[in-house]
């Protein structure tokens, strides 16, 4: 970039060996949008925000930031003057990408039964709506909050309801509209 200035640039796929590079002044731009909900150009997640930054080997920022929430954003903001990661308000410089996307985002509620025992956070506050087979496996409850259970939950081996602030609510005639 050669005398760019005040310029937005998000959600975009970079996919170079050196991704971002600049020419004599060096002036602010923003690397980011407002956090929302929307398809991302590249790696999973819900809502997006920053930029994806990768190259022919995967060994870019995107690909090797850590994530440690899993929410699909690196932790750390990347300096795109040296390319690095950075602290807000001090290394970061007038170009940096603030929520830069990552391909770590792990879906985290425990609403969706896939296999093995049910770990159920209560936390989560889930709703049951779709009948579920456990398959002889255990239904364990943890955390605080609700478990709605509004369909029929079958095959189960043993309940382990050793959370007592985890509220069951068990609908036995549900009304749906
Ligand atoms: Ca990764
Ligand atoms: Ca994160």
């Keep these: 970039m050669s005398g760019a200035f005040n310029n937005t640039i998000y959600n975009n796929l970079f ?6 590079g600049f020419n004599g002044v060096i002036y602010y731009n923003s690397w980011k949008t407002t956090n929302q909900a929307g398809t991302r150009i590249y790696s999973n997640g819900t809502n997006i925000e920053g930029n994806y930054y990768t190259n022919s080997s995967g060994t870019g920022y995107s690909d090797t930031c850590t994530d440690s929430n899993t929410d699909g954003f690196c ?21 940096a990408d603030y929520l830069t996307l990552s391909n770590d ?73």
Excluded: E, H, R
Aim: proline share 2%; charged share 5%.
């Design 75 to 95: 932790d750390s903001p990347y300096n795109l003057t040296t390319l690095t990661s950075c602290t807000a308000g001090s290394t970061c410089g007038l170009d």
């Design 105 to 177: 985002y792990a879906i985290t509620d425990t609403c969706t039964y896939s296999s093995g025992d049910w770990n159920i956070n209560c936390a989560d506050n889930c709703t049951i709506i779709s009948n579920v087979n456990l398959g002889g496996n255990n239904l364990i409850f943890n955390g605080s909050g609700s478990f709605n259970v509004q369909a029929n939950i079958t095959n189960i081996n043993n309940w382990q309801p050793i959370s007592t602030n985890c509220k069951l609510m068990i609908c036995t005639k549900c009304i749906f509209g």
């Design 15 to 20: 996919n170079n060996s050196v991704n971002v």
